[in-house]
C-alpha cells in the first residue's frame, strides 16, 4: 500500500500567495528601471537637440530644436511620475 499524504490547503495557497507577491515585486523594479533607461535615452535626445540648436545660426531652426527639446523633457517627466505612481504600491 502506498502512504497518501496530504497538505494543508492554507500552507499551499499562502506558498502561492507568496510567489504572486515576489513576481509582482521584481515585475515592478524592472519595469521602473525600464523607464528610468527610457528616461535617460530620450533626455540625451533632448540634449542633442539643445546642443544642435546652439549649433545652427538659423533662427526658426533654434526655436524648433528647443521647443522640442523642452516638449521631450515635459513629456518625459509627466511620464516618469505617472509610471512610478502607477507602480508603486
Do not use: C, N, Y
Not at 504572486?20 to 542633442?48: H, N, S, V, Y
Not at 533654434?62 to 511620464?79: G, K, M
Amino acid at each position: 500500500m502506498t502512504a497518501t499524504s496530504t497538505q494543508d490547503p492554507e500552507k499551499i495557497v499562502a506558498g502561492i500567495r507568496d510567489g504572486q507577491e515576489e513576481l509582482l515585486t521584481a515585475g515592478r523594479t524592472t519595469m521602473i528601471e525600464a523607464a528610468e533607461a527610457l528616461e535617460q535615452t530620450l533626455g540625451m535626445f533632448a540634449d542633442a537637440d539643445d546642443k544642435l540648436a546652439e549649433a545652427t545660426e538659423i533662427d526658426w531652426m533654434t526655436r524648433l530644436l528647443h521647443a522640442r527639446a523642452s516638449f521631450t523633457r515635459d513629456l518625459l517627466s509627466a511620464s516618469s511620475r505617472f509610471t512610478r505612481e502607477l507602480l508603486t504600491p
